[in-house]
């Protein structure tokens, strides 16, 4: 099986493609996608008649299974950097170097080293990620604590299955993009982990199901073999961000039971998940997000305390999601309107704290003293799992959708986060800040699926009753955040055709009959994003 890299080192990385994809590293590739190719395809076509199935399928049901009628067994022990992890940082780029430092000097459990939601998976971007990561394992980043085991646990988040590595090709095949994630960071790393007692640890993104469990699991059995390392080594928490891994909760942890660090909450995601399955039927119409969903409405809230009551019964963990919102660029925490901020934010953990999550994530770091204040007084134990929560969660209670409208003043910040979105993508950055709040995949998914939703079912605006979502408004709306942006964003001529392209592409995705699953996939495959960052010089290594 031959493996070649479709792309000539950037400017001033030579050095570093070399050392990211020495031969160890290529071998290990080619040997982890030659084992699990068949797997992978499998998983990929029953995606796609599942997606098929839910169109006509007016529902769905809680897996039955033996595992989840045996109350007897939990997941394995948790290592003892695991017991705590009330406070995550997320959306931490490791490309962006300044950015990933002060991560890692921050006073929280944990960084989610994200490749997925909040990073931009460009040549460079990888490249750049991987050494940073390599470098701070190995105590030689610049800033960065000496020995690892002094920084916050890295919860490495690889790419979801739907992403594809362009650059890199496999037998004549495109590379799996999560397994050259995981296979790079843990051929490079995870013996200096294991041997400080600060991982390998994982965020395992967009599963759709125990299948797909199973096959990070056997994924994960395999390396350990492969590397050396002890069985039950590798931990992972499975982020429950599709609808159809809800109803397999107990079989998700199951089947990861050795290498099980629980599961988390990620609200956005989910929600979109529910329209790519069932948004062509009128009662999955979501109403305006900003105004309508939130943790609070019965089906989320249901949820969360579903994943909690599993998670608990079999000794896992159970984190909530990122608090996204943020305090103004060079704002003290102790102004007026941070304050406020700061006030939102910690009434709403508060609620997720005594709803029995163990952890969850923050965005910016000046709230984290905050955080970590209402910890002390709500958490004297390292987590909560000890809290039994009995519930008695429905499929209804799950996919009854909340009543509530679309408004003029939500249709224009679904177009903006879509259009934004795209814009600081094909510039290769994965996430950005709009309106108080940091923006990712996760909210552009969302934001451009309920616009495509509401198009379809052209429901009245409430601020405007005489008016209903139509294409015509949709246009017209892109175009005035378009022509405001223009003058208030762009400086230079690539600048504004990257926005003018933005525009169009997120035009495409709320009009066509039908879309892609993933904002990710759409862009990652797309030639105006693969032209912009490719340089390619094809060569055999």
């Known amino acids: 099986m031959a493996i070649i890299l479709l792309q000539s080192p950037p400017p001033k990385l030579e050095e570093v493609q070399q050392n990211v994809f020495d031969n160890g590293t290529l071998d290990f590739l080619r040997n982890l996608h030659e084992k699990f190719d068949t797997q992978i395809e499998e998983l990929y076509r029953k995606r796609l008649q599942r997606t098929v199935e839910s169109k006509n399928k007016a529902s769905l049901e809680f897996k039955q299974s033996p595992e989840r009628s045996d109350k007897s067994w939990t997941i394995a022990e948790l290592p003892s950097r695991l017991q705590n992890r009330h406070l995550d940082l997320g959306d931490v780029s490791a490309s962006n170097t300044a950015h990933f430092v002060s991560a890692l000097n921050e006073d929280v459990q944990g960084i ?22 390599n470098l701070v394992v190995n105590g030689k980043l610049q800033g960065a604590p000496l020995n690892i085991s002094m920084c916050p646990v890295l919860m490495l988040r690889p790419r979801a299955w739907n992403m594809i590595e362009h650059n890199i090709l496999i037998d004549g095949k495109e590379a799996i993009g999560p397994l050259v994630d995981f296979g790079v960071l843990m051929y490079h790393n995870a013996k200096k982990l294991y041997e400080t007692k600060s991982g390998p640890y994982f965020y395992l993104s967009k599963l759709e199901g125990s299948f797909e469990a199973k096959l990070w699991n056997d994924i994960f059995v395999w390396t ?81 305390r ?57 965005y910016d770091s000046r709230v984290v ?26 499929a209804r209670d799950l996919l009854t959708i909340p009543s509530g409208g679309v ?63 139509t294409a015509a408004l949709v246009e017209k709306t892109a175009a005035s955040f378009s022509a405001h942006a223009h003058k208030n964003l762009c400086r230079s001529n690539a600048e504004r055709k990257r926005l003018t392209a933005a525009r169009y592409m997120s035009m495409e995705l709320f009009l066509t009959r039908n879309p892609p699953e993933f904002i990710t996939s759409y862009l990652n495959d797309n030639h105006k994003f693969r032209t912009l960052h490719n340089k390619a010089l094809f060569s055999n290594l």
């Open 112 to 133: 989610q080293v994200d490749f997925d939601d909040g990073h931009c998976p460009t040549w460079r971007n990888q490249l750049v990620a991987y050494q940073n990561i």
């Open 224 to 304: 350990q073999e492969a590397l050396g390392l002890p069985q039950g080594t590798i931990k992972a928490c499975v982020l429950i961000e599709n609808i159809i891994s809800t109803f397999e909760l107990e079989e998700i942890l199951y089947a990861l039971k050795e290498h099980s660090l629980g599961l988390n909450c990620g609200i956005w995601d989910y929600c979109a998940s529910i329209i790519a399955k069932f948004g062509e039927r009128k009662e999955y119409l979501l109403p305006d997000r900003n105004k309508y969903v939130n943790m609070g409405q019965h089906f989320l809230s249901s949820y969360l």
């Open 306 to 362: 579903l994943v909690v009551s599993v998670c608990h019964e079999r000794g896992a963990p159970a984190t909530g999601g990122m608090a996204a919102a943020m305090l103004r660029p060079g704002a003290r925490a102790d102004d007026r309107e941070s304050k406020a901020i700061i006030n939102k934010i910690l009434e709403a953990k508060l609620k997720e704290i005594e709803s029995g999550v163990d952890g969850f994530m923050v």
């Open 369 to 394: 003293p905050y955080v970590n204040e209402i910890w002390k007084k709500h958490g004297s134990t390292p987590n909560q799992i000890q809290r039994k929560i009995l519930v008695d969660v429905t």
């Open 407 to 469: 408004t003029l003043v939500g249709l224009r910040h679904n177009v903006a986060v879509s259009i934004l979105f795209i814009y600081h993508w094909l510039a290769g950055i994965g996430h950005f800040f709009y309106s108080g709040h940091v923006e990712d995949s996760a909210t552009a998914e969302i934001s451009r699926a309920q616009i495509w939703q509401w198009l379809r079912f052209q429901p009245p605006l409430e601020d405007e009753p005489s008016k209903r979502v």
